[in-house]
């Protein structure tokens, strides 16, 4: 008995291999259909304003297309499973799917709805987390930057999603500012005078908003005025005008005489040499 | 009996085309349906205190005008299917859903809950986290806010509802305070009595609550103490009244003839040259 | 065929539609009906000792009242729907949403139960994570607070539920401490007597517990004094006596003669210069 | 036939009326007798070894008695609902709301647990998490402690129950020790022998384990000394003997003549006036 | 109609009652049975290699026969509940106990589980997250540690069995270090084997593995050399032996006329005073 | 009649056994056809272009296989039980699995998808959490790689999938930067002037873009410039580049007579020894 | 009745009393059988390369062996249970038991993993977390080293699985790395040209690659100078070779003239003690 139930099981194959056969092709036809499918939906989106959505929509008639073609090769080469019946256990499966891969899955989810939303595009400069830099592309499943100093950093679309993220190129100016301490003795209101005049004679240096100087600190050893003006937001630029503010500033102070002094002590001091 | 398989798979496909077509007009109808309604009921409510209410309202017509649409068009297309079977293995599927996007439906959802009870509105100062700015925009997904520097940062719902936030200008008026060191030697009631004359000079510091001075810590070289003042709360306000405060706190004490000491230490000095 | 189907649908609507006004008529009146519900036991129980409960039953009624009216405006509306399936149904939903919208469910819960605990009222002042205020209103979602310098913080109430809150205000009085370095070479014993005596002298002191003075430190430059009093827990009071404390003391020891040495150091001398 | 359906709802409804009342007041009997059950156990275990267990009993059996009432009065109120089935869509309502509240119900059950296993007692003085004080009372929900400066402190029981806990009076005397630096050039064994003497001669400290003082680090300006002592484990206790071994000690060190020095440096000059 | 429901009730009450009591006293005796299985299988292994296994063979015991009553109870209070039934229900009720309460589950498995595999005993001087003390019992849901200083440390067995234990005790001896440094113009060299010799001729340091010195750091004021030795691992020892080998090593250094230099500085002095 | 059940049982074994043997022999035919079809498909897509998607088909292959050959054997051994049957209880199975190894499941998962993607290759120089160094491999479960001080690290796929991932080497270059400080007397131009040159003299840097000399801060003691240049991507270069500019500069310094100040205090002495 | 439901429950029992001591001894034998399965799979394979798999199968065996004995048990003394039945309950009651204890079996699971794919073996240097020594054994449920001075630590295997885990003995040789900061007015070639001579002539240092020294850093007071070179990966090697490079170092450059400055300052004195 032990080889007719074999020799059955045999049987029954041999009888099913045409099935299996017509199976797998179905299911590399609406494949390969998926494919085309997402590259014609995406080739006649690009350089268009829906360009995004036009990816978004691909890709999902891309899966909507394997999953069909799924369900038909797999109702082909079982007799007795309906689709019905197929649906239903995915939907137990799904339950464990989506909690082994509740990570990978958000990933996914979070990369489309960037895609839509769009918070930001490439070509902004934002900082995620600790990593700084600006974006080089939105793909399904992370985010690619470029730092500034040329690394390359993935960062996984769902953190994008589930964190704050900073856009330091969303306005049309950003604020710097840069502290100097001037001496006790110097006059805090002609020294914030030159400060404001070196900021307002800086090229890149915005006019309106206005740059200005503010008191923000009686320090232990100097007075610490803050000079604060407004740029374009691109980083190179915020660090070129950077640097001309902190030069320029300090070439006015010393011109103007102003004190910039180091750090002071008072010592009191008592000679214990002879003990 | 393989190509009899397939052939009655294509008629039948065949004979459900026209139902497969229809079931996508109705679809359509109902998505377009969804998309005026929200609009309708949005314009509907702009500029009345119910505005946020509106927005919600509409948003779940529209989700619910979608639904019931996917519903009919399902129950067209795939002729077993009734809408109890649909619902219920939706709700199995539902689980998985709620599972693998469980960070993603509850941004949604906690905008929803945010837009209706308003802890804060569009123009407040407010923190949330690291971060701190003007709110620009409360979306469905999403808080925009614009840091006083002029950067975007967008803010997930979530975080917003499930964590703490500061809402700076929540009330009429917020205090503000700068610690002044004084001499150990100086009279310090009445350099207090200077400082407090200087706070209640100056322009935008409100007169009720009063400002003070306390004194807080008999500190290594100075004896500390707090200048603590009520502005208006908005950001700049702040920034504008402190920097004169700390001005002329400094410039008041001078004239006072009140010490403001370095860092000072006692050096007990033992000359070993000899040695 | 196909039209046969879609004219099936289109009349069984038809004949539905009286059904569908007279379900959302039942539920309109029943979410009304909760709205007054709600009203009326918060009123009933305004300013007696069970306002708290009061307000936690009112809302339960209300949340009771609209899923009865849903209840039957779905059997109405749904022929083939009866109460029972609907709840099973609802079971099986309840799973993913409670897991989709964990956080944002235990907040209300958490807010029902804080009602009725009530750890803590209006008016008292806490601590709960980096947030410290006076309590302004507790409702079902968060916690609202004031900070001292005029703020508001909204908290979630899962995060009070779920973490330790410290109540400064639960008690008669708190203690305050402030530690004094005087010299090595003082007697220990009469300065601490001097402070105690200051202490005791000072208006807002609690008598019992009565204030003290101990040594903690052999510290680098002194001999530390840690003095210690108890006054009313509002912080407005706490600080104004630590404020007066402070100055006091350090009026007394100077008259008392007790020196509060600067940062001491020993310096090894070694001219070098002729190297 | 809306109205019919309508009719027949209501006629069902009015039928069901006196079912429904008495269901009502089923479930509020067993409800006063789940109160009244409670306070009999209480009362009758009070001021007996079993008091805390006999509260946990007397809670359950509260519990008990109103879920039985409430099933007995929906058994009443809904003809077409047994006892059984309304168990087993309690159980799956149990998996939504176990997920859902997870954090609250953690918290209770908790709370019996630590009533039960007694890892310390009301009047002990604990560390939990960054809050240490005396236990005031334990609750069901969470454990109340007072901090030794007068504040309350409410800990949730679930983070009592799966984090460390401290028990600082769990056993008869615990072991305080203070750091102090002596000269290099002193003899470092007679030194411990002098603050060895002092330790020996306070009130309060233990005789057994027996006070002693170790070399601990030899520092950047002095050799470090470790004094270590028993004490009673109750925190004024301890702040009360270690303040009198402090000024104690600093005094024995003075008389024998040891030397505490301040921070010592070596400075090798090299006068560049004239460059 | 309404009094023959609730009639059918209370005569159907009265019928049951003998089952309800017989119930009660079966479930009783199994309660009382699992007691004394319990407390039999643990004085039958007290004093045994397997005294762990026999605890943890003692509670699952107990716990088996408290189950067994409960079904037997169930199924004679309750006619149509057979056992079958209750186990499925169990089952699914078992997935909301095991969510909501997972901590506290844990905990008790891991207690079995590390009476089981004994990675420490009782006795053992351990570190478990920031604490470190003696084992002083395991229990099934926590384990107890006295401090070195005699405080009570309750910690979860969960924390213990998924987080990293260090057993300070587990083998025969430990290493410890103290960090020497000598003057940069003194013979490295020779004073590292005046170190050495002092190691060696101390109580307490093992002699294999043997002490060594090395040289770890040019440091800003002088070169470092670490001490490393061997001792038996128990902290009272650790800490007497490390006393004696600083205090020697100080006296056998200055004996041997190594300098152990004061923190250095080189000075360059402008004297500006006429400016 | 026990022993007839067990009579029973053994017969009902016996019959069995010939099914068991064949079932097992089936197993392990399609465990080898397995490995056999991974090493063919491996075999075949090394060093093309698709090697990485011929690992992650193989993979697959071989896992398919040996669950056809599971299903196959049990189908065989066990007569009651068809495919169907066992598909649907594995589903169940599933999510107990699927929750209790989710963090083991997730890492295989994000093996294949980092394998698919190539977010970097063997041979890239990366950065995830606390690690650097170089890829050496990439396998199912997680990456190697190796520090440049010559460890290997082992990193779950999960935490490199779910974390951004800093790629050292995916541009052409990288910039480097070196912050100097430069007298406040010194001309800061020139000085900026003679580091630029310095820096485009050195083999290894990149003409383009072109290295910079930026002003960052007006220190303590100093005006402090910070060099910035671009080298090729390798850490090994990045060094030897970065060790010549430093020692290059400064000697380029030295030579136009910039001043590089040791760090700078003003001191104000009160000599007190007389007192 | 009463007395005939429990004299048919004690007559049921009583005829059911064979099948449940047979049913005992079937799962007696067949756990006896699991352990010497366990044991001969493990001796066979003792000492031969899949020495590690041999321990996973044998573990699995048993676990398999115990697991139908338990099946076998139950279908015995259960009449109307059947091994189907069992399996499904267990699949549900698994869910439960995956949830509750997930941190447990994850532990097991990596246990296993890791003896498979071998990323370490018994007497590899490793650092997991903040513990770092060599491994003693690696057991189904954690992981043991012995850190260099002598503690045991446990590590559990997920998190060893979950986490990266750093090898320091993977590779033949490992790079260590010390600074020296030589004096400003030195010449910086040279003296790097002495510390690389003293490199190549210490015993243990590897040749290839080559030890080397690079400038990283113009320091406060020094140049400094980083010498790297390579030994093999043993922690007593590396400790050993970096002792005698370090001390070496520092004797060559004493003997080379190279200085080795301490910390140098600049001060501005201003005398003002007329004042």
Not at 8 to 31: A, E, H, Q, S, T
Not at 78 to 97: F, H, R
Not at 243 to 260: P, Q, T
Request: aromatic content about 8%.
């Amino acid at each position: 008995t032990v080889w007719e139930t074999v020799d059955n099981m045999i049987d029954g194959f041999l009888d099913r291999l045409p099935f299996l056969l017509i199976g797998i092709v179905v299911f590399v036809v609406f494949f390969i259909a998926g494919k085309f499918a997402r590259k014609a939906i995406k080739r006649a989106t690009t350089d268009k304003p829906s360009a995004n959505l036009g990816r978004v929509v691909g890709r999902l008639a891309q899966w909507a297309l394997v999953f069909v073609g799924l369900l038909l090769a797999v109702t082909i080469m079982a007799p007795s499973v309906t689709a019905g019946k197929l649906i239903a256990s995915l939907g137990i499966g799904g339950v464990a799917i989506g909690f082994a891969f509740k990570d990978i899955l958000q990933n996914f989810m979070a990369g489309l709805l960037i895609l839509i939303n769009e918070p930001f595009s490439v070509g902004d400069q934002i900082v995620s987390g600790d990593h700084e830099g600006t974006v080089e592309s939105i793909e399904t499943r992370a985010t690619n930057i470029r730092t500034y100093d040329g690394k390359k950093v993935v960062i996984p679309n769902s953190q994008i999603y589930t964190n704050p993220v900073v856009v330091n190129t969303a306005f049309q100016c950003i604020r710097s500012q840069y502290d100097v301490g001037v001496g006790y003795g110097d006059d805090l209101r002609a020294a914030a005078r030159v400060m404001q005049q070196t900021l307002e004679s800086i090229d890149g240096v915005v006019g309106d908003p206005a740059p200005d100087v503010i008191a923000t600190e009686l320090g232990g050893s100097s007075v610490v005025l803050r000079a604060r003006w407004w740029t374009a937001p691109e980083r190179a630029n915020v660090v070129k005008v950077g640097n001309e503010v902190i030069a320029s500033m300090k070439e006015a102070l010393d011109d103007a005489g102003v004190d910039m002094p180091y750090p002071t002590n008072v010592m009191l001091f008592h000679d214990q040499t002879e003990e």
